[in-house]
Nanobody, 123 residues
Framework: QVRLVESGGGLVQAGGSLRLSCAAS????????MAWFRQGPGKERELVAT????????YYADSVKGRFTISRDNAKNTVYLQMHSLKPEDTAVYYC????????????????WGQGTQVTVSS
C-alpha cells in the first residue's frame, strides 16, 4: 500500500509557473509507475504525464508537451510536476497516481490516488 499526498497547487496568472509535488508513504516507492492526471470543471479526468519507476522514461499529453516536466526523486519518495507557460485551460484539480506495473495511460489501471490539488490559471 502507498499513500499519496499532493501539494503545490494555487492561483497563478496565465504564463506563470507552478511546481506540484506528490509525497508517497512506504518503502517501495521505486516500484511504482507514477502519473499525473487532471480533471477540469465539467471535463473528464485526463492523463497529463507519466514517469517510469527509475525515472528514465516519461510521457506527456500533447496539450502539455514542452511546457510541463515530470520527475521523481526516489530517495525522497516524491514525484514532481513542473508547469511553465500555464494557460487558463490548464485549470483543473491535479491528481497524483501510482501503479505497480508498466506504462499505462488508462486511469482505471492506477491503484493509488492522492486527494488532488487545485490549480487555477487566470487570464
Amino acid at each position: 500500500q502507498v499513500r499519496l499526498v499532493e501539494s503545490g497547487g494555487g492561483l497563478v496568472q496565465a504564463g506563470g509557473s507552478l511546481r506540484l509535488s506528490c509525497a508517497a508513504s512506504g518503502r517501495t516507492f521505486n516500484r511504482y509507475f507514477m502519473a499525473w492526471f487532471r480533471q477540469g470543471p465539467g471535463k473528464e479526468r485526463e492523463l497529463v504525464a507519466t514517469i517510469s519507476q527509475s525515472g528514465g522514461n516519461t510521457y506527456y499529453a500533447d496539450s502539455v508537451k514542452g511546457r510541463f516536466t515530470i520527475s521523481r526523486d526516489n530517495a525522497k519518495n516524491t514525484v514532481y510536476l513542473q508547469m511553465h507557460s500555464l494557460k487558463p485551460e490548464d485549470t483543473a484539480v491535479y491528481y497524483c497516481a501510482g501503479r505497480q506495473g508498466p506504462f499505462s495511460t488508462n486511469s482505471y489501471l492506477y491503484n493509488y490516488w492522492g486527494q488532488g490539488t487545485q490549480v487555477t490559471v487566470s487570464s
